[in-house]
């Protein structure tokens, strides 16, 4: 079993739809990083949380430590949000990245 | 735009061969860290730099090896290529590396590396 854990690993939306994606991990983190990878291969960091809840533009991340899950909210989606969206954690005091297997997400017009 | 950049964008070479991927971090950033991925295997951690030491290992085989220059760039070094090393290989840096807290990283665009 991995370690981080997507779900689903394939999402096919409308436009305008609300998407969430989730997360789950199985060990003990620092914090939780979301990234985004378009089909051209490069990859953002989108947001990086240990606690709560961020927001950036139509994006929302939200993360719970005691439930060892994240989710990665999009809202108003649009067909420029499709992509390949990872989560990766940070163990303990480490910095060493482990990943999901990502969430591939295509929107359509 | 990360500030991270990588050279080779694209990489085409034979089994046997060894090639070198460069990486240089953001202005200001100490650590550099390596990652593969490949269709199978997907994103995997192979070593992390920090100020010139190495400070973690992953999932690196011993064909590989890196290092970080004084002037922070870093290098992969990868030999006797073999078609299943044939991934995009990312590096990724970022302020700190060391210590109890965690600093977000920022990656480069990529190096393609194919052998055929």
């Known amino acids: 079993k991995n370690e981080v854990e997507q779900s689903p690993q394939n999402l096919t939306a409308q436009e305008g739809e609300f998407i969430t994606i989730n997360c789950s991990y199985s060990v003990g983190i620092s914090a939780l990083h979301w990234l985004q990878q378009h089909p051209g291969g490069g990859i953002v960091s989108l947001f990086m949380?240990?606690?709560g809840k961020k927001k950036h533009g139509r994006l929302i991340a939200t993360i719970n430590i005691q439930e060892k899950h994240s989710s990665l909210h999009i809202t108003a989606s649009h067909p420029r949000d499709s992509a390949v969206y990872i989560c990766?954690?940070?163990?303990?005091?480490?910095?060493?990245?482990?990943f999901g297997q990502g969430a591939r997400l295509t929107i359509n017009p | 735009d990360s500030g991270v950049t990588q050279t080779p964008k694209h990489l085409i070479t034979a089994t046997g061969q060894r090639v070198t991927l460069r990486c240089s971090p953001r202005?200001?950033?100490?650590?550099v860290y390596w990652y593969q991925q490949s269709l199978d295997q997907g994103l995997q951690f192979l070593i992390q730099y920090y100020n010139g030491e190495e400070r973690a290992k992953g999932n690196i085989l011993e064909r590989f090896s890196a290092q970080q220059f004084p002037d922070l760039h870093s290098e992969l070094n990868l030999s006797s290529l073999e078609l299943g090393d044939s991934a995009l290989y990312f590096c990724a840096s970022s302020v700190g590396g060391a210590g109890v807290s965690y600093n977000e990283q920022f990656f480069g665009p990529g190096t393609r590396l194919t052998v055929l």
């Open positions: 990766a954690v940070i163990l303990g005091f480490s910095q060493k990245l482990v």
């Open positions: 949380l240990s606690s």
């Open positions: 202005s200001g950033d100490l650590s």
